[in-house]
């Protein structure tokens, strides 16, 4: 059951090109926006099309896959966790931003 603990698994498409960051260390980071899709009925009996925006992250082997074989629009799945991380702003504000550390990505859709 720890397995269970902060898991999410999403399915959409990538929303733009991926940002890849080459590190000194010689890993690859790659951070892109992916948008999922929900249907649903409202009251009128009409079908309507939600779609959430999720921020990504992936490091390593996970980044390099992104960044050969995702591009815009590409359907993909992903299994990881949800890390939330915080910065100060020019302002003095405090800023929080949640993203999904992807652990595996899955390709889907054609192989065009």
């Known amino acids: 059951m720890s397995n269970l603990r902060n ?23 790659a951070r ?7 249907f649903y009925k409202n009251a009128k009996g009409e079908k309507v099309k939600r779609t959430d925006w999720h921020s990504v992250v992936a490091w390593g ?22 890390r939330t991380r915080s910065y100060t702003a020019a302002d003095g504000s405090t800023r929080y931003i949640t993203e999904v550390v992807a652990d595996e990505i899955l390709l889907l859709g054609s192989r065009a």
Do not use: R
């Open 7 to 29: 898991h999410v698994q999403l399915m959409g498409n990538i929303g733009d090109v991926p940002s890849i960051t080459n590190l000194e260390s010689g890993k690859k980071v």
């Open 32 to 38: 892109f926006q992916m948008a999922t899709n929900d």
């Open 61 to 82: 082997k996970t980044a390099e896959i992104v960044e050969k074989f995702g591009g815009k629009g590409k359907e993909i799945g992903i299994v990881g966790k949800l």
